[in-house]
C-alpha cells in the first residue's frame, strides 16, 4: 500500500478536496462523502484499506477553513510567543 502522504497527495491532486493526515490515516472533506467515497473507491482501489463517513467534528471545520489543525495553530501561536518573549 502506499504511504499516507502519497495518496493524500493523489487525493488531492485528482479530486481537488481538502485533505490531513492523522497517524497513518488520510482524512478527506468531500461536500458530498457518499458520492465522493463511490468515486474514491473506483479511482483509488486496492489503494485504500479501509473508508469511514463520519459527522464532521469542530476540528474538521477548523481544518478545511483554516487550512491547518487547531494544534497545529496552537503549536506555531505558541512557538511565535516563546520567540516574542526570547526577543524581548
Do not use: K, N
Amino acid at each position: 500500500t502506499e504511504s499516507p502522504s502519497r495518496l493524500r497527495d493523489r487525493i488531492e491532486a485528482q479530486f481537488g478536496v481538502p485533505t490531513r493526515i492523522v497517524g497513518a490515516v488520510v482524512q478527506v472533506a468531500p461536500s458530498d462523502p457518499p458520492a465522493f467515497l463511490s468515486t474514491l473507491y473506483e479511482a483509488m482501489g486496492s489503494r485504500i484499506r479501509s473508508a469511514t463517513i463520519r459527522t464532521p467534528t469542530l476540528e474538521d471545520v477548523f481544518m478545511v477553513h483554516a487550512g491547518v489543525s487547531l494544534e497545529d495553530r496552537r503549536e506555531r501561536v505558541l512557538t511565535q510567543t516563546e520567540e516574542t518573549e526570547e526577543q524581548a
